[in-house]
């Protein structure tokens, strides 16, 4: 990983390629890498959609090494649907792909002269940049099988639906799974759109002919890696809970905590939660001859997606995410996980956010264009989104511009993103990040639920406003930290218990890179990768006024607990006070 | 004017109409009141459409006295079009009618528990609100006429059309004109929604029984007013130009002038110009029977609207602005009066603001919706915002949103309000405005053409940096005060270039409220209001970052001067500096 690639589609004369050492961003691997450089070099009243933007994409520090859970690409940009810089990132083989090819970053740059659409081929002899306008709005499953008749099975694929030709605010990017389906995504925030456009449709990752990455000291990497799984397989949650239902386990706990959002943030408890449960979901994924544990990319030992079939046991999508179930499921008022899994299939399939597709329906629900509850509708209107008509271009630009041309005043976002699976009402924790982070309301930015919840590394009560802000702050600088190492984020459950697992991914990344890291440098990383994100979000025109959740969660008490959000605005301003 | 009333449309067991003394904001009136009473009670952060908002409706501090002029209504809210404070005003009859009721404000406030629809209906006896769900979803014209049937024809009607009812962000509040026609709209920033979301139709203004507001020096009085008449008669602008074609006077000028924004800011200067101008409309006009010279409320000496008929001598709209003549023509490639006129009623009738929905057709030709030009199209795609299709709440929504669905990134807005008339690259002063002004990009907030291309007040060379900020502050100062006094704009041409018509103005003022009224008086009352908007838009998060031109402006010459948007980032932040 010491070269970068520079995709110039503005180039003169048609687009450049120019790959360069990696300079001054060395070290640097996938959130630290991507906000580092779009910090840096896009100007933050940029158009997200125009020449000044960047979309950069990056393996972690780990990625494309023996190591365990190392697959998380990412994908940075000044984000269309924020405003804001954001960070996306996911599973599938692209991460390791790309690291074993050497590349440290891939930054598509400028603005396209022309129409074309473009597929960039990147293997051991360099970069290839072909126009293919036969893509052209071809959605991910067919995009990646037609490529697949091209390329093979043996490379990883990057692909936009058409929700990103389109350049809708909730176009997400595509990352192919061992099994080459285009199942996992860069999702949040729009950066399937600023792929659109610069106009690339794909980008294909071939390392055949390419090693693993070794580590400068082998025997101690290996030996932390050893050390570092042992502590993933013995703790609950990495162990048990994700591997046999995967995310999907936490609509019973959130339902039982009253933390489950219900038909848009109306209540805390969904009658219908057990029908979604994850264990209802792996029960039935197995009876039709699925799987309820599967990993997104090799090197995973967590497992927690599975395969969703059909009554007739036909593939119909992976295991849909807790955030993708809640937001069709219960957002909606939905209580039927085959109308879920199509649902997931069709936002995978068209590459939109699963979240900010979700509860964009629940909005429209909210404004009278369907029912709560109305299943049929619910696929009518994602469908829209694919077929790109006006009612598809409204809810395709997510829950801020849907409640805006429909005239709602109830709109769960912050930043513009939509909030995700927890209220932040009973889960007062969850609402200091969504609120704070840089990167509009996102609940992987400062997982509280483990605390506030789970209690997993320790127990702050969900109700009271004491610890909150520490509890955010401290989760939010380790996320940073952890998205930069390539590593997935569910390993966070087990090293904020076990010590001796986070010193195994200490010694992971001090052996690899052969250095001695300690926890005094993971906490610099996570705030130095904050420091430059919020930065540029300052200079972008983000405020302290910003960072609050939207008023009625501060005005209408939800139930069960009957509480608002309290955390006050003068807590919440401290949150980056380090 | 001693009076304010507040209706609480969310009050237990229904509306609740509660008439109190002005107190606190004695004194005030216009933009003035609107602003102060906006900036103290309405929570920065509240929803535009909910109940924390507030639509505070005030004649100015002249209004409904025997003062020239002194015709202009401000409504002001948080908009929901720009999330800033807005004030936002109008002609008509309103004014004068709600000043002589003795009503200082009248403030809409709280949030519906039903969906009933409502009429308001004041009087010398009081107020009165009655449920009138007949009146739903008809357009200005037909709701007028139906209303008129009622309360016949010696009131002021304030409606809202379909718009305003879907809460459209560029939904208008129309008043009625002498002959009772919805022409003269407070326009800009989508204070129609806040209106249509507080479940108001129409406000019926009956001033039977009252009578002029009377001065406490009437002879001073008398006389100041006769010395200011004097002066807009004799001012080439206000006693013969505007009279004569009215403010479609600027299609010839501005188009010679390099400044005219042709085809979505892509050009200065427009080929089609001479068939919009408005010496060709006033001849149109005056051949069709129709009217070239017609004032919008009585009192009005300076007459600069007028009558446009049809080819058969029917009455089509009132004549449009130059800002209109340009968003629908110009701008969009289209140089038939006739086509304008058509969509200036149209704008009226569903109750839009012409500029935002002329600007948005622009924008949706850019993104391929209809081609430039196309004059059926832009009739079919404003008809679409009276159906409340999708693809016309779209439209509706302003061209901040319609860029944002369709994935266009040329869109000439700031803070999300469509830009008017007049291109800030060959004109440097206007750009100062609209990147600074506490309303979204806005034209009259501080309108340096007058100084810039018309030479009034001064000259500054538009083309040039120097002393394009000491001017747009200058006029900021000088309009905050001059809104607030329920003047209409236009005497500034008169009072920038005559001393003794400004001292006119002072001299009415102070006679009217029995004090001396100096300069310093006018610039401080200016400021006053200025930093109340500030000072909300800061608590609402609105930074230095805000106050920008979008990014096109400063990467894309302009011909025919081959010039970009020349004003530094640091000098614009000095235009508040005082």
């Excluded at 991507?34 to 990056?58: Q, R």
């Excluded at 794909?202 to 990497?221: S, T, V």
Aim: overall charge negative; aromatic content about 6%.
């Amino acid at each position: 990983m010491d070269k970068i690639a520079r995709i110039d589609m503005g180039g003169v004369g048609g687009p450049t390629v120019t790959v360069t050492e990696v300079g001054e961003y060395a070290g640097l691997g996938g959130r630290a890498m991507t906000s580092i450089i779009v910090a840096t070099e896009v100007h933050p009243l940029a158009h997200p959609l125009g020449a000044e933007n960047k979309l950069v994409i990056s393996p972690g520090m780990l990625s494309g090494t023996a190591g365990a859970m190392t697959g998380r690409l990412s994908v940075g940009c000044k984000s269309p649907l924020t405003g804001t810089i954001k960070e996306s990132n996911a599973g599938g083989q692209a991460a390791q792909v790309l690291a074993r090819l050497g590349y440290a970053a891939v930054i598509l740059e400028g603005k396209p002269t022309t129409d074309d659409l473009y597929k960039l081929y990147i293997n051991k002899d360099g970069i290839k940049l072909t126009v293919d306008n036969s893509l052209r709005l071809l959605d991910n499953y067919p995009a990646v099988a037609k490529l697949r008749g091209e390329y093979g099975d043996k490379v990883a694929y990057m692909t936009i639906g058409s929700a990103g030709e389109r350049k809708l605010l909730s176009a997400s990017i595509a990352c192919t799974d061992p099994e080459l389906r285009p199942t996992r995504h860069c999702g949040r925030g729009g950066v399937g759109a600023v792929m659109g456009a610069k106009g690339i449709k794909a980008i294909i990752m071939d390392d055949a002919g390419m090693k693993m990455r070794p580590p400068k000291e082998p025997e101690r990497y290996r030996d932390a890696n050893r050390k570092f799984v042992e502590g993933l397989r013995k703790h609950p949650v990495t162990g048990e809970g994700l591997p046999a239902y995967g995310t999907n386990i936490l609509t019973n706990i959130l339902n039982e905590a009253g933390g489950y959002p219900t038909k848009n943030f109306r209540t805390g408890v969904y009658a219908g939660g057990s029908k979604l449960s994850g264990e209802a979901q792996a029960e039935l994924e197995i009876k039709r001859g699925g799987s309820a544990t599967h990993g997104c990319h090799r090197g995973c030992v967590i497992q927690c997606s599975g395969i969703y079939n059909d009554a007739n046991g036909n593939y119909v999508t992976k295991q849909p995410e807790y955030e993708t179930v809640w937001s069709h499921g219960g957002h909606c008022g939905i209580d039927d996980l085959d109308t879920v899994a199509t649902l997931d299939y069709m936002d995978d399939n068209i590459g939109v956010d699963t979240i900010e597709m979700g509860v964009t329906i629940g909005v429209a629900m909210d404004a009278g264009v369907i029912e709560f509850g109305d299943k049929e509708g619910a696929i009518r209107l994602v469908n829209e989104v694919g077929l790109g008509t006006p009612l598809g271009r409204i809810l395709g630009s997510g829950a801020a511009i849907t409640g805006k041309v429909f005239g709602v005043e109830r709109v769960p976002v912050v930043k513009d993103q939509a909030l995700p699976a927890y209220d932040p009402r009973p889960i007062q924790g969850i609402g200091v990040t969504y609120a704070t982070t840089t990167q509009g309301a996102d609940h992987t930015a400062g997982y509280a639920i483990a605390t506030n919840i789970l209690k997993v590394g320790g127990d702050v009560d969900p109700l009271k406003t004491e610890g909150q802000v520490e509890l955010s702050r401290n989760l939010q600088i380790a996320t940073a930290a952890i998205d930069s190492t390539g590593m997935c984020l569910f390993i966070a459950f087990a090293i904020m218990d076990q010590p001796e697992t986070f010193q195994a991914l200490l010694d992971m990344l001090g052996s690899f890179y052969g250095i001695t890291m300690t926890g005094d440098d993971v906490v610099a990383l996570g705030k130095k990768v904050l420091s430059a994100e919020r930065d540029f979000n300052k200079r972008a025109g983000f405020t302290a006024a910003h960072d609050r959740l939207p008023r009625f969660f501060y005005n209408e008490p939800v139930a069960p607990h009957n509480q608002v959000f309290q955390i006050t605005d003068e807590e919440l301003d401290t949150v980056f006070n380090w």
